[in-house]
C-alpha cells in the first residue's frame, strides 16, 4: 500500500509511424542517434518496417542495425510505459527529420505531360508482386490452371466494365476481346502440352507479343503495351493470388511506376492520390486519356533515374512545366505553394463565370459549346453552362465488342444528347475512324501511313453501307431539334458533296417510307492543310476546325511521338494563319466557324484563337469555367 501523497506510475500504450527519407536509411550513425534517444525514456519501445515485420528492440543498436531500414520504408514504434507517448513523439521527429542528417540535395526528373495539373506530395510505389515461375508442369493440371486463370482476369475485367462510363469501357473491352482471342492464348496452352508450367507460358506467349507492339513504327500501337502488360499480369495474379501484395498508401500520395496499365487505373481510389508519374507511358495511351477525362495529373516518360525514388520521398508534381521535383529546396517549396494558392484563386474565379455567357473583347459573346463522347458526361453538366454541343465523338459507338451498331441503337444515342441539350445546337461528327483510332472489321488492316490512309470521311464513303446506316439515324434525329452533321478529314469539295448526295438520298427514303425526317445541317471538319487554304471551296452550311489534325499535319509532327514534341506547336505562325484564314471565310460567307480540338480546352491557347478571329469554341466539359475565365480576361486585356 502506497503511503499518503505518494505517486502511482500510470502505464500508458503510444504508437506511430514516419517515413524514412534520408539516403543512407538507417544505417550506423542514425541508429546510434535513434537508439540513444529511445534510452532516454522508462518505457518499453519497440519498432519495426512495415505494418507485418517483426518487432525489435529500439534500444538495442544491434537490432535496429539488424533491421536494414532503407530509405522509402516505414518506420513503425510501439511504446509502453508513463512516458510512451513522449518516447513515440520524439523518434517520429527524429525520423522525419532525417535524423538529422540534413536533406537530399533537390533533383528534377523531367518528363512529358499527358495530363495537366500541379501537386505537392509523396512518392508511392503501391506494386503487385506477381510471381512468374512455378507450378505444375503436368499438362492437363497446368492447362486447367490457366484456363481457370483466364476466365478469372476476365470476370475481374467485365466486373470493372459494369461500373465504368463509356470511354472507359471501350478500353475495357479491347482488353476483354484479346484475351477471348485464340491468337493470343493458343500459344500458351500449345506451351504447355510441351512441358511449361502454366505461369512459364503465358508470360512468354504474351511478352512475345509485347516485343511486336513495343518495335511498332506507330505511337499508337507501342502505347498499346501497357494494356497487354496488363492482362499479363491479371492472368499471373489468378495463377498465384496469394503472391499480391499492396503496399500502405500515404497522405498525398504520387503514384510512382514503371506504367500503369488502364484497368489498373480504373480500380485505384484517386481520392487517395494527388497524381501519378511514369517512367514509361506514353500521351497517346489509354491511362492518359482516362487520366485527362478525369483531370488527374499525369506525367508519363520521367527520366529513368525517377525511379531511384522510394516511398515516402518528397516530390512536387509539375504536370504543366513536364517535372517531377524530389526533396525540393525550401525556395521550391515556398514557389510551388504560391503557384498552388494561385491555382486555388483562379479555380474560385473561373467558376463564377461557369453559368455565364462567355464575352470577350467589347463585349463581344463567345459561344462555348462542350465536347461529348459519352452520354453520362452530360450527367455532369447543366446545359445552362453551355451553348450547346460542339461535337459528338461518333466511333465509341462502333468500337464494342457487339459489332458496328444499327441504326435503331445510333438513334438511341443520338436522341439522349438532343433531349439533354432543350433546343441548343448538337453537332454530330460522322464515324471519325483509321489513323489512331483502328475498328476491327472496317478500317484497313497494315496501311503503311494510316494516318495519310483511308481514315474518317474517305473510309465512309468507302463503305456506303456503313455510312448509309449513319446518315439514316441522323436525319431522323433531326426532327427532335437543331441537330447538325459534321464531316471529318474533308479534303476535297467532291468528298463533302459526294455526303451530302448521299445524305439527301436517305431523307428521300425515310420520307418515302413514311418515317419523320429532316435535312440537317452538313459542315465539315477543317484538319488538312488543303481544306484550310482553299475554305472557300467547299459548299459547306458551317466549319469546325479540328486543332489537334490540323496541326500535326501542318507540322508533319505526330502529337503522340516525344521525338517531335518541340514541332507540335499549337501556336506555331503557320497553325495560326490556317485558321484565321477560315475564321475569315466565315465571317466573310456569313457561316459558322469553331474549334473543337484540345487547343480549345487550353486557357492558354484562348488569347491567340481570339485574335485570329474565332467567336465560337467547343471545350471538354472540366474544362467550361476556365475557359470562360480565360475569354473574359483576354477582354479586359484588349480592351
Keep these: 500500500m502506497t503511503s499518503p501523497g505518494s505517486s502511482i506510475a500510470v502505464n500508458e500504450a503510444a504508437e506511430g509511424a514516419a517515413v524514412i ?3 543512407s536509411g538507417l544505417h550506423a550513425r542514425p541508429a546510434v542517434k535513434l537508439t540513444k534517444l529511445a534510452k532516454r525514456f522508462s518505457a518499453a519501445v519497440r519498432m519495426r518496417i512495415g505494418p507485418h515485420g517483426d518487432w525489435v528492440d529500439a534500444k538495442s543498436v544491434v537490432k535496429v542495425m539488424g533491421m536494414r531500414a532503407a530509405m522509402g520504408e516505414m518506420l513503425y514504434f510501439s511504446a509502453d510505459g508513463p512516458d510512451a507517448a513522449n518516447a513515440v513523439q520524439a523518434l517520429l521527429e527524429l525520423t522525419r527529420r532525417d535524423f538529422d542528417e540534413g536533406s537530399p540535395a533537390e533533383r528534377q526528373f523531367k518528363g512529358q505531360v499527358a495530363s495537366s495539373g500541379f501537386a505537392v506530395g509523396v512518392i508511392a510505389r503501391p506494386v503487385r508482386a506477381i510471381a512468374i515461375r512455378g507450378g505444375t508442369i503436368e499438362p492437363k493440371i497446368a492447362r486447367s490452371q490457366l484456363e481457370r486463370a483466364i476466365a478469372c482476369a476476365s470476370r475481374d475485367l467485365e ?15 479491347f482488353q476483354l476481346e484479346f484475351l477471348k482471342d485464340t491468337k493470343l492464348t493458343e500459344p500458351a496452352f500449345e506451351a504447355i502440352t510441351q512441358g511449361s508450367a502454366a505461369a512459364e507460358a503465358w508470360t512468354r506467349t504474351v511478352d512475345r507479343e509485347l516485343a511486336g507492339y513495343r518495335a511498332a513504327d506507330n505511337e ?3 502505347a498499346r503495351t501497357s494494356d497487354l502488360a496488363d492482362l499479363r499480369d491479371r492472368v499471373l495474379a489468378a495463377l498465384n493470388p496469394d503472391a499480391a501484395a499492396e503496399v500502405e498508401i500515404p497522405e498525398g500520395a504520387v503514384y510512382l511506376a514503371e506504367d500503369l496499365p488502364p484497368s489498373r487505373f480504373l480500380e485505384l481510389d484517386w481520392s487517395k492520390y494527388r497524381g501519378a508519374a511514369l517512367l514509361g507511358g506514353s500521351v497517346a495511351s489509354h491511362v492518359s486519356m482516362l487520366a485527362r477525362s478525369r483531370g488527374v495529373p499525369l506525367l508519363v516518360q520521367v527520366a529513368p533515374e525517377a525511379g531511384e525514388l522510394l516511398n515516402g520521398a518528397p516530390v512536387i508534381l509539375d504536370a504543366e512545366g513536364g517535372h517531377l521535383v524530389a526533396y525540393a529546396s525550401g ?5 510551388a505553394q504560391k503557384r498552388i494558392s494561385a491555382r486555388e484563386t483562379k479555380r474560385q474565379a473561373a467558376d463564377f463565370y461557369r453559368t455565364l455567357p462567355a464575352i470577350g473583347r467589347g463585349g463581344q459573346r463567345i459561344r462555348v459549346y462542350i465536347n461529348v463522347e459519352d452520354p453520362e458526361q452530360l450527367t455532369r453538366v447543366d446545359p445552362a453552362e453551355c451553348d450547346g454541343i460542339g461535337l459528338v465523338r461518333t466511333e465509341f459507338l462502333f468500337r464494342g465488342v457487339q459489332g458496328l451498331p444499327d441504326e435503331e441503337t445510333q438513334f438511341q444515342f443520338y436522341r439522349r444528347l438532343v433531349e439533354w441539350a432543350r433546343g441548343r445546337p448538337v453537332t454530330i461528327r460522322t464515324l471519325d475512324a483509321g489513323g489512331d483510332k483502328p475498328i476491327a472489321g472496317l478500317t484497313p488492316e497494315n496501311e503503311t501511313n494510316p494516318f495519310l490512309g483511308v481514315r474518317g470521311v474517305r473510309l465512309s464513303l468507302a463503305r456506303p453501307e456503313v455510312f448509309r446506316q449513319q446518315l439514316r439515324a441522323l436525319a431522323r434525329v433531326a426532327v427532335l431539334g437543331p441537330v447538325r452533321v459534321m464531316l471529318p478529314m474533308v479534303t476535297v469539295p467532291g468528298e463533302l458533296e459526294k455526303a451530302r448526295e448521299m445524305l439527301a438520298e436517305e431523307v428521300d427514303n425515310l420520307t418515302r417510307d413514311g418515317i ?7 459542315g465539315m471538319m477543317v484538319e488538312v492543310p488543303a481544306a484550310a487554304l482553299t475554305a472557300a471551296a467547299f459548299d459547306a452550311d458551317f466549319y469546325s476546325i479540328g486543332s489537334n489534325d490540323l496541326i500535326q499535319y501542318t507540322m508533319a509532327a505526330s502529337r503522340d511521338c516525344s521525338g517531335v514534341a518541340n514541332l507540335y506547336d499549337a501556336r506555331n505562325g503557320a497553325v495560326l494563319e490556317l485558321i484565321a484564314r477560315v475564321a475569315a471565310h466565315g465571317a466573310a460567307s456569313g457561316r459558322d466557324v469553331s474549334l473543337c480540338g484540345e487547343m480549345a480546352s487550353d486557357p492558354t491557347a484562348i488569347a491567340p484563337l481570339l485574335d485570329a478571329g474565332l467567336t465560337a469554341l467547343s471545350v471538354t466539359p472540366v474544362a467550361l469555367a476556365q475557359v470562360k475565365f480565360a475569354i473574359a480576361e483576354h477582354g479586359r486585356k484588349t480592351e
Design 21 to 23: 527519407n534520408n539516403h
Design 516 to 522: 419523320p425526317t429532316r435535312m440537317p445541317e452538313l
Design 220 to 222: 499508337y500501337f507501342r
Design 159 to 173: 466486373g470493372l466494365l459494369t461500373a465504368s462510363d463509356r470511354m472507359a469501357s471501350e478500353i475495357l473491352e
Design 331 to 335: 525556395s521550391s517549396l515556398q514557389s
